[in-house]
């Protein structure tokens, strides 16, 4: 099923974040997007508008709805 989902392995799929979390020469860089060859791409061009950061942080701020 995850294969379908995402086109590819979950190997492939983890491939960005682990080398996010292990790889030290990004230790302290931020705002960079890992790619799914595991190297750093640039950002989407909407990504950096700063309403859609402005929507992105208030959303993610809010509690989930339960029930």
Do not use: H, K
Not at 11 to 21: G, L
Not at 32 to 52: H, K
């Amino acid at each position: 099923m995850f294969e379908r989902s995402t086109a590819g392995p979950a190997s492939v799929a983890a491939r960005p974040s682990i080398v996010a979390a292990t790889d030290a020469s990004l230790d302290g860089r931020t705002g960079l997007l890992i790619g799914p060859r595991a190297a750093s791409v640039p950002v989407f061009r909407g990504s950096t508008d700063p309403r859609t950061v402005n929507d992105v942080l208030r959303l993610s701020r809010e509690p989930a709805p339960l029930g």
